[in-house]
């Protein structure tokens, strides 16, 4: 990971849970579940969500959430 994208999902350390598979980093979770990927932030008033994702999407994703998460922390 870099300093300036630290979300590549290769990277991400994902744990198993209950037969999914979870990464948490920050406000943002990443959980896999039978190749299908959901990415969800969560900060104070603010709640984003992707679902259904494929591999290749999860990428985006985290990019829109962790920009969120700047545009919200001032």
Do not use: I
């Not at 870099?2 to 209950?18: I, N, S, V």
């Not at 969560?42 to 969500?49: E, I, V």
């Amino acid at each position: 990971m870099d300093a300036d994208k630290p979300w590549r999902l290769e990277e991400m350390k994902f744990h198993d849970q209950g037969g999914k598979r979870r990464s948490v980093l920050g406000c943002v979770v990443v959980v896999e579940s039978g190749g299908k990927y959901s990415v969800t932030m969560a900060r104070n008033h603010m709640r984003l969500s992707w679902n259904d994702l494929e591999e290749k999407q999860v990428g985006p994703a985290l990019d829109a959430a962790f920009a969120a998460f700047n545009a919200t922390s001032g």
